[in-house]
Each structure stands twice: as structure tokens, then as C-alpha cells.
């Protein structure tokens, strides 16, 4: 060893970043995967093209992963990369703007030729001189490509299937750079290669061939150990991203409630993984159907909702749109149903892999007609399960349809989950019709709650007629009273705001006793709680109050608000939750900070921008 | 060829108990289509059809969509749902995936069906979901108040065609065979008997039984099967096509069906040495469509209209294709819980 010093560090980002053939995807998720095994803290995030394949080493194909583990409470994948591992001169300009000043490039020597730079629009041969890459960031040209064909020399691949290991090369190398034994990631890769022994033996070979190679070549930079995180709570974990998230929190809420799990799906980018989790659970008897379009995607689920299943139907944001005509009908039918709805950019197709918050005044407005529905927003990826779970919860015990908005940041990232079990989750009780209640109609309802009672074909003796035309409150037919539809408009209504008396109360992050409040929802969580404590931590005077109920708010939200001098609301859209909060909190001035770039926030724009407030 | 010599006429003649009346499906709504519209027979023929099959009413779900048929829910007391335009065929795909144990009816008109809804009824006829479809064909937009539909005649005034269409219409057989139907049957609101064969033949079938049902718009399109409705012509202008019995009809029964190339040809028995066995016999289990898709396309005034069940093959519904997967794959994953799940994941301690 040769190893002039190590470096302990609080936490680190390192970027992965190539074609998007390049296995980048792969070999971020493994090492995120492996430092959470050895203790850390972990958040991801991958931020890939919509292209399959874009021409090779051009920048339309670069896709990258983004992996921040630390030793203390991890948020964000974090702003800037302290390490970039860039397989092509394309990755290298995408990411240029991205590296910490101190931080490290790692870069494939040999795509570093006249050619690659002209495919990456490179004007010179020097491509790190033409980015103005500053002289603190450390440059380690690894000859990634051909060190992986010497490694598999004898294995009788052709070149094409040799290439396809260079990650594995990249990833022995960083777990080179950050003193982690590499037999967790043999462990990894036996699970994902056993039925292949071996492609397995390859990339084996490749990823301690990439180990070695750093161990041997004496380089005189400083390795880096990361401490094991003392501040998660004890316990089981694993890491999860938020679509898997998403679709454990329903299964898990289905065998709560004693139902079958129903999806209706349509494939849509940010959204599908989703439903590759749910029909993969035919074990569990979930039943998928990929519907012809969207609207079948969730009438369908109605279908299912009517003859008494736990049904979703999840998509994102041009899907949204298809569905509002049907989300309608379950409003008139009241029935249970959640809508996921993973938001990405738009208007439009916009940017399928990108995420943004724009869907919000969609979810609570977008239908014709007097139209509520409970509307959610998880805010991490791990929380993806508890929204999924508690938007059924809200469906199936208030009959309603929910909307819960996750994003493709928190859909696609992954962090840290605290293994659940099904006996600690929260009850469910579905709103039947009882035996007793006998001349029950389709619109008879709790008074209180005004929840419908659920009767479900099959049931003898409650056999009635569901429809989107307006109904007569007592006696379910079709009606077109006036006093009579303003009194249905009124329990519909009702029925949505009594979900207020279930939900949490607004919780205030970061100093309570602050003159500024900061306020976000959904997706943007952790960026917001890293700039909040950061600044806390300076002695700045700042709060956080972050939303995952946004319709109906919970009940204290005028008070926590009203508390405030200073208010701000954070999002990635252009003020559509400051909108909603004007109209529902009186009497407050809400600053904005938005963004529209298809990108998370960074911790840090968020810091620059709360300080200049204060 | 034939995988299947189930005779769909021998199911009239089967007795049985009947558990339920034709009052046991009447709903207490009064029903409100125009006096002398056709789905009245329609709807008489269904509520006598549901009762002889013996099905309970609370396992009975009748989905439709939107338009005059589309009420017809309404006036069947057993479960309904009046969805949205165009959108039933999903709805009922959706009841009956979730629970195959319920016999579940879809209700939908030329427009609801062909028009908004076509993308739907041709993925559910491709699935083969075990529906019985009742497609109310009165070649109008009746609720909208009179605007031409996919099955409008080309030519044809209506509101929105004050000089005529210029669009072709649909034939139903055609998009449903297309889609690679496993039934057809067609009916006329008037002929009770047909009709009632026809929707028991529907619901005895395991997949996506389309039938379409010609009726009348007494406002809007008065007489559009006029020249079929006629009793007295009805023995010359109509075919009812029984599984293996020859093509035979007219008044006095003597003109039949023959193949003339790949032309189907009127012939009359008795004339030009023609016999009853030269005459074609029917075959609704034949696999291949090519046959019924000739017979369903017959036009007047030269060939005679095919009424009865055309096609009616079996082959595994998507529900049961599903509940056959489930089984097979519980049968193998030791994951049965919410726990087991947890269990296979990734996990260390912290």
C-alpha cells in the first residue's frame, strides 16, 4: 500500500456518469447499495435521458447517478459532486458545472481521443482546459477501456460484451478511492448474474481487476472513509427508491384492509416502475391490468373499486390530463380509488425524465364541475410507502377518490427505509354497508363523516344503480333538483373536508421561534430541511413547515402560517401551492422561490436565496 | 378445425328451475325511453333472458356508458353503473377481472361503443374478457338529439349531415372479428324470439359475446331496419343462422345459402337441380372468421340480413388467463405476506 493519506469525511457525492449504455444506473445503485450496508447514510439520484440509446459519446445519451452517503442525516443526493467518474468527453461536459472545487475526476483515458471529442462538440483536444475545470479538481485518467479488455482476456467475449464491463472496472476503482472491500459487491452482483456464471465470473474478475489497479498504482491522492452514520435510528433497513416505495405502501394497505390490490396502468414515463412492482406480486394475488390508454387505466380500476378492490391507477402528468374525466365519476360515484400521479416536466410530453411539481392545481382542480378530491404529496423516497399506505386508508374509510403526488426525483431516487411490519401500520377499515342496514341506497351515508356506504356486487339485498349523473340524497336516483344538487355538491364537499379531523398536525422543522418561515411540499423535502439546518447551524434564524397533506391542509395550517413575519413557499413550479395557500390563509404575504428546470433544487440556491430574505 | 361442437341452440331447450322471475330484474325506475323506441323490446327480451339463466340478480353487474341505451342499467334491479361516454367496456373489464365469479352485462350504442369508445371495445374483444355485450346499433345519435354515427349510411341527413354524410360507416361484425372476436350474434328489437336466443347464447359464452342489437330511433332514424321489421317480410330479408343446420329461409323455406367462389350466393331449392344438401350448413365454431365474417356482412336487397349466433369459438378469457396465472405463481413464490415481502429484500442492521 502506497497510499500516502486518508481522508475522513463527514459525507461525499460521486457522480457516475456515461452513455446511457454505459451501465452508469448499475454501478451507482451497487455502490449507494453497498455504503448503506456498511453504514452510511444514503440518498440517489439518477438523472437519465428519455433516449434509449442516443448516438454513442453524444450528449443527448448521457446518463448519470448520483449517490450521497454521509455519516450524519442525509437529505439530498446532494448539490455537487466531490467525485465524477466520466466514461466519455460528453459526460465530462454535462457534468462540468457540477464538480466541487478540491473534488476529483476519474474519466476514461481512452474515450478521451480526437474523435470523442468531436462527438461530445469539443472544439479543441484540450477538453478540460475548453471547460475552465479548475485547477483544485484532480484529474485521474484511468484507462477504463482498455484495462477492462486485458482484464477479460481469455474469456472469449466478443469486444462489444467486453466494453459492457467497464463499469465494473469504474466501480472497483471507487471502492478503491473510498476504502470499501469490494466482497459486498461480488455479493451483489452473484444475486443479479447467479443464473449466469459466467458473465458473473467476468464482472467479478473486471470490479477487483478496477480494486487492484488502484491499490497498485501508487497514485499520491488522498482516499477517503466515510464513518458509519449514529444518527439513523436502530433497526432494520434497506434502501428503496420511491416507485417501489410507492408500490409496497398499497400492497401493504390492501392485505391491511383485507382486500384485493387492483391496478389499472397505462406505461408512462416517470410512473411505470410501479406497475413492474405490483404485477411482479401475482404471489400476493395483486391483479395489473395494462390497459389500451389511460382512461382505461383507470376506469378499469373504477370497475375494480365498484366490484370491491383496493384499486389505483398511477401515471404522471399528460396521463393526469386523460383521466380527469373519470377521476370526475369516481367523485360522483364515490368511490375508493387512489391516482398516483409520479409528476415530471410539462406542459405536454415536456421532459419525461425530468422532475418538477406542476401538477398540483391539475390534482385539485383539474376536472369539470364542483369536483373534490383528498389530494397527498410524499416528500422522500422511504415516505413514498406511508402516503401510499394512508392515501388508501383515506380512500377506502371516507370513499373518495385520492390523488398522491410523488415526482421523478423521489419516484426514480432512492434513500434509506426503515423496514415496517404489517401489524405496527395503521388500521384500516373500509366504510361497508352492514347487514343491518337494510334499504341501504347508493348515496345513504355516515351523517357525520357523510361517507358513502360501501355495498358491493354480490351482496344480497343491496343491489343498486352507481352513475356519474347527479343522484337524489335520500333515495339515490338519478335527480336534477336544484336544492338537491347543491346539497350533493355539499356532502361531496364535506366529505373531503372531515379528512382534516384524521390527519396529522403541520409540524414546524428547524427553529420554531424563527421570524421566517420556509414552506414546501412533497418531493422537495429534503433540499429544504439540508438548507434550513445548514443555516440553523450558522446561527440563522429559520424554520421549516413542509406539506405532504395538501388537500384538505391540516387543521393548524392558518395558525403555524399566521405565526410568521416572513413566509417563503418553495417549489418546482412557478407558485402553484402559493396560489392554493392564498386562497385558503388569510391575511399573509407568501414570497416564492421557484424553479422550473426540470432539476431538484440545490441546498445551496436555496441557502443564497433565504439568506438575501432574511 | 372445430375445437369446439357445443351447440348454443340446444341451451333454450334445456330445462331447468327457474330460481328467479322476470320481476326479480325490474327495477322500480320508470323507464324512460320514447314510446316506441326500440330498446324497450330490448330490454324485455334481457330481463326474461337474465331470469331463465338462473343467476342471481346481487351477482349480476350491468355496466354501461352513455347514451339513450345506456340508461338501460337503470331498469335492471341488480348491481349498475352508468360510467362515462365511451368508457364501459374498460368499466366492466374492471368488475370482472376483479371478481370473475360475477356475470357481468355491458350495455352501449353505435356511438358510445364505435365513436368514443371503439379503442376500448376492440381491446377488450382482442382480450377476450368474459363479457356479454349488447351493442344497441340505431345508426343515430339519439340522446344528443339526432347527429350521424360510425354506423351511419353513407349519404344519410341528419343534423350534422344537413346534405348528406360523406363518411363510411362501421360494420360492428367486421371491427369485432378485426379484434379477433369469439362472438357474434346479431338481433332485431322486434323479433323477441332471435333476440332472446341470441342473449342466452351471449351469456353461456366464456369470453367477449358481441351482439349486436338493431333497433330502432322512432325519432330520429324511424324505419333505419324498417324493411327488416316488417313481419311479413322478415321470412325473405332475414337469415337466422343456426349452429349445424343448413342456410335455409323464405317464406316457404326454400331459398338457401351456397358458395359461389368466395362469394356467398342466394339459391332457391328445387330450381336448377339445387337441393337442401347442396345448401350451406353452419359451422359457428369454425376457428377460422372468414366464413361468418361473409355472412355478417350480407346486405339487402340482394342477400338476405344473418340474425342469430354467427360465431361463437371458445378460447381462454382474459380472467380466467389471469386467475390461472395468479394460482401458478402462488404456487411456486414462498412470498405470501406483506412480511414475507419485507423478508426478501436487502437488509442489514443499523
Known amino acids: 500500500m502506497d497510499k500516502t493519506k486518508t481522508t475522513e469525511l463527514d459525507n461525499v457525492v460521486v457522480r457516475f456518469s456515461g452513455d446511457s449504455g454505459d451501465g452508469m444506473q448499475l454501478t451507482g445503485t451497487l455502490f449507494s447499495n453497498l455504503s448503506a450496508i456498511l453504514g452510511n447514510e444514503i440518498s440517489t439520484f439518477p438523472d437519465f435521458p428519455s433516449e434509449i440509446r442516443a448516438p454513442q459519446g453524444t450528449l443527448g445519451g448521457v446518463s448519470g447517478f448520483q449517490v450521497h452517503l454521509g455519516s450524519g442525516k442525509i437529505y439530498t443526493p446532494g448539490d455537487e459532486a466531490d467525485v465524477l467518474v466520466a466514461m466519455n468527453p460528453a459526460a465530462l461536459k454535462v457534468n462540468a458545472k457540477a464538480i466541487k472545487n478540491g473534488g476529483v475526476i476519474i474519466y476514461d483515458a481512452d474515450s478521451f481521443e480526437k474523435s470523442d471529442f468531436e462527438k461530445a462538440a469539443f472544439t479543441s483536444e484540450n477538453p478540460f482546459e475548453e471547460l475552465g475545470i479548475s485547477d483544485s479538481i484532480q484529474l485521474i485518467p484511468a484507462p477504463l477501456s482498455s484495462l477492462t479488455q486485458s482484464s477479460l482476456e481469455g474469456f472469449g467475449f466478443d469486444n462489444k460484451t467486453v466494453l459492457r464491463s467497464k463499469n465494473m472496472f469504474a466501480l472497483g476503482l471507487i471502492c478503491w478511492l473510498f476504502n470499501r472491500p469490494i466482497n459486498q459487491a461480488i455479493h451483489f452482483l452473484t444475486n443479479k448474474f447467479g443464473k449466469k456464471p459466467t458473465l458473473l465470473q467476468a464482472n467479478v474478475k473486471v470490479l477487483t481487476d478496477g480494486f487492484n489497479y488502484g491499490n497498485n498504482l501508487h497514485l499520491t491522492i488522498s482516499t477517503f472513509v466515510i464513518d458509519k452514520s449514529h444518527e439513523t435510528p436502530k433497526g432494520k433497513y434497506t434502501s428503496i427508491s420511491g416507485n417501489k416505495a410507492t408500490a409496497w405502501g398499497l400492497i401493504a394497505a390492501a392485505q391491511k384492509a383485507g382486500l384485493q390490490l387492483f391496478l389499472g396502468s397505462y406505461p408512462i414515463t416517470p410512473a411505470t416502475d410501479i406497475m413492474h412492482e405490483l404485477t411482479a406480486r401475482k404471489d400476493m394475488g395483486v391483479k395489473v391490468v395494462q390497459a389500451e390508454d389511460e382512461i382505461a387505466g383507470i376506469t378499469t380500476s373504477i370497475g375494480a373499486a365498484f366490484a370491491g378492490s383496493l384499486a389505483v391507477t398511477n401515471t404522471s402528468g399528460p396521463g393526469l390530463a386523460l383521466k380527469s374525466e373519470a377521476i370526475g365519476l369516481a367523485v360522483m360515484a364515490e368511490l375508493p380509488l387512489v391516482i398516483i400521479d409520479v409528476m415530471r416536466g410539462g406542459p405536454s410530453t415536456g421532459m419525461p425524465t425530468k422532475t418538477e411539481q406542476t401538477d398540483l392545481l391539475q390534482a385539485l382542480y383539474g376536472r369539470n364541475g364542483e369536483s373534490p378530491v383528498v389530494v397527498l404529496a410524499a416528500g422522500t423516497p422511504d415516505c413514498c410507502f406511508h402516503y401510499a399506505y394512508m392515501a388508501s386508508k383515506i380512500a377506502l374509510e371516507h370513499m373518495t377518490p385520492v390523488i398522491l403526488l410523488t415526482d421523478a426525483f423521489i419516484g426514480n431516487g432512492t434513500s434509506l427505509w426503515k423496514l415496517p411490519k404489517l401489524a405496527e401500520l395503521p388500521i384500516i377499515k373500509p366504510n361497508y354497508v352492514k347487514p343491518s342496514m337494510e334499504g341501504c341506497k347508493v348515496t345513504s351515508r355516515d351523517e357525520v363523516s357523510k361517507a358513502r356506504y360501501w355495498s358491493i356486487p354480490g351482496m344480497e339485498g343491496f343491489g343498486h344503480r352507481n352513475g356519474g349523473l347527479e343522484k337524489d340524497y335520500e333515495t339515490g336516483c338519478i335527480a336534477t333538483d336544484p336544492l338537491n344538487h347543491e346539497k350533493m355538491v355539499n356532502a361531496r364537499q364535506a366529505k373531503v373536508d372531515y379528512v382534516s379531523n384524521f390527519l396529522p398536525e403541520l409540524k414546524v422543522e428547524g427553529d420554531e421561534t424563527a421570524d421566517m418561515l420556509v414552506i414546501g411540499w412533497g418531493g422537495t423535502h429534503g433540499h429544504l430541511m439540508s438548507a434550513v439546518m445548514n443555516m440553523n447551524k450558522i446561527g440563522k434564524r429559520i424554520a421549516l413547515a413542509h406539506f405532504n397533506y395538501i388537500n384538505p391542509l391540516p387543521k393548524n395550517t392558518i395558525d403555524v402560517i399566521q405565526r410568521y413575519k416572513k413566509v417563503v413557499v418553495c417549489e418546482l413550479n412557478s407558485g402553484q401551492f402559493a396560489t392554493f395557500l392564498r386562497s385558503k390563509v388569510p391575511g399573509v404575504e407568501f414570497l416564492q422561490y421557484n424553479k422550473v428546470q426540470g432539476q431538484p433544487f440545490t441546498v445551496a440556491e436555496l441557502e443564497a436565496d433565504f439568506s438575501e430574505l432574511m | ?350
Not at chain 2, 372468421?289 to 382474459?318: C, F, N, Q, W
Open chain 2, 1 to 350: 378445425m372445430n375445437r369446439n361442437t357445443k351447440n348454443y341452440f340446444q341451451i333454450m331447450e334445456t330445462t331447468k328451475t327457474l330460481q328467479y322471475t322476470v320481476k326479480d330484474f325490474k327495477s322500480d325506475q320508470y323507464v324512460r325511453w320514447c314510446p316506441g323506441c326500440g330498446d324497450h323490446a330490448v330490454l324485455n327480451s334481457l330481463q326474461k333472458v337474465m331470469a331463465e339463466l338462473g343467476g342471481a340478480p346481487h351477482n349480476t353487474v350491468v355496466i354501461s356508458g352513455i347514451g339513450c341505451s345506456s340508461r338501460l342499467p337503470y331498469y335492471i334491479s341488480s348491481y349498475g353503473f352508468h360510467t362515462i361516454h365511451g368508457r364501459g367496456a374498460a368499466v366492466a373489464t374492471g368488475v370482472k377481472v376483479a371478481n370473475p365469479e360475477l356475470s357481468v352485462w355491458q350495455i352501449t350504442g353505435d356511438g358510445d361503443c364505435l365513436a368514443i369508445g371503439g379503442n376500448h371495445f376492440i381491446h377488450s374483444v382482442r382480450r377476450n374478457v368474459d363479457l356479454n355485450v349488447l351493442l344497441f346499433n340505431n345508426q343515430i345519435y339519439g340522446l344528443t338529439k339526432g347527429q350521424y354515427s360510425p354506423t351511419t349510411k353513407k349519404g344519410f341527413v341528419t343534423k350534422s349531415s344537413p346534405f348528406g354524410t360523406v363518411e363510411r360507416p362501421f360494420r360492428p361484425a367486421e371491427l369485432t372479428f378485426g379484434a379477433r372476436g369469439t362472438f357474434f350474434a346479431r338481433l332485431l328489437d322486434v323479433d323477441l324470439k332471435t333476440a332472446q336466443l341470441c342473449m342466452t347464447a351471449a351469456a353461456k359464452h366464456k369470453g367477449t359475446s358481441v351482439v349486436e342489437c338493431l333497433v330502432n330511433c322512432v325519432i330520429f332514424n324511424d324505419g333505419a331496419h324498417g324493411w327488416l321489421a316488417q313481419k311479413e317480410n322478415r321470412a325473405e330479408r332475414i337469415i337466422v343462422l343456426e349452429h349445424g343446420k343448413p342456410m335455409i329461409f323464405g317464406k316457404n323455406r326454400d331459398k338457401g345459402l351456397v358458395l359461389d367462389g368466395f362469394n356467398l350466393k342466394v339459391v332457391t331449392i328445387g330450381e336448377g337441380g339445387m337441393t337442401e344438401s347442396d345448401v350451406l350448413v353452419h359451422n359457428a365454431t369454425c376457428e377460422d372468421s372468414t366464413l361468418h365474417m361473409k355472412l355478417a356482412i350480407m346486405e339487402g336487397p340482394d342477400m338476405p340480413i344473418a340474425m342469430g349466433v354467427i360465431r361463437a369459438v371458445e378460447e381462454e378469457t382474459y380472467n380466467a388467463a389471469v386467475e390461472a396465472q395468479i394460482a401458478e405463481v402462488q404456487a411456486k413464490s414462498k412470498v405470501k405476506t406483506f412480511d414475507d415481502l419485507i423478508d426478501t429484500c436487502e437488509q442489514w442492521d443499523m
